[in-house]
């Protein structure tokens, strides 16, 4: 008999290179508010920075790699979808993210405009602050 891992509890971690470690870090600890949970340099020619809330079933992380040109997101639709069914913390999030500068941005997919606001990182992939509950309602 096999064994099957319940990957439903495990940890998740959403790792990507980046060119641009420093303005990336502060999008998403600035505007998402997301903590620095772990940062390392020169861990075998990488730097990188662990971001997320401590006791959250998932994380991101970001590296720079010496001598690796990591480029741009390759579409408009690479997305990270935050679920915000409360009204007043939705508002808040999206608040948040203007108050540093950031503007919200037309989605690929229409959809997401319908009840969201999307933002483009430093290396053009998005997040999407969605004033829904999961699961949605198409």
Do not use: K
């Not at 064994?3 to 998740?12: E, K, P, Q």
């Not at 690796?68 to 979808?81: E, I, K, S, Y």
């Not at 948040?96 to 483009?120: H, I, K, L």
């Amino acid at each position: 008999m096999d064994t099957v891992a319940d990957l439903g509890r495990s940890h998740i971690r959403i790792a990507r290179p980046t060119d641009n470690l420093t303005a990336v870090v502060a999008f998403y600890r600035d505007g998402l508010g997301f903590e620095v949970l772990y940062e390392f340099a020169g861990h075998d020619g990488f730097d990188g920075v662990m971001l997320g809330r401590p006791g959250a079933g998932y994380h991101l992380e970001f590296t720079r790699a010496a001598g690796h040109v990591a480029g741009r997101a390759p579409t408009a639709d690479n997305l990270l979808v935050f679920y915000l069914p409360d009204e007043a913390e939705w508002r808040a999030a999206v608040d948040r993210m203007e108050r540093t500068g950031c503007r919200a941005v037309p989605a690929f997919n229409p959809y997401w405009d319908r009840q969201g606001s999307t933002f483009e990182d430093p290396d053009g992939y998005r997040v999407v602050l969605q004033h829904a509950s999961w699961p949605a309602q198409a």
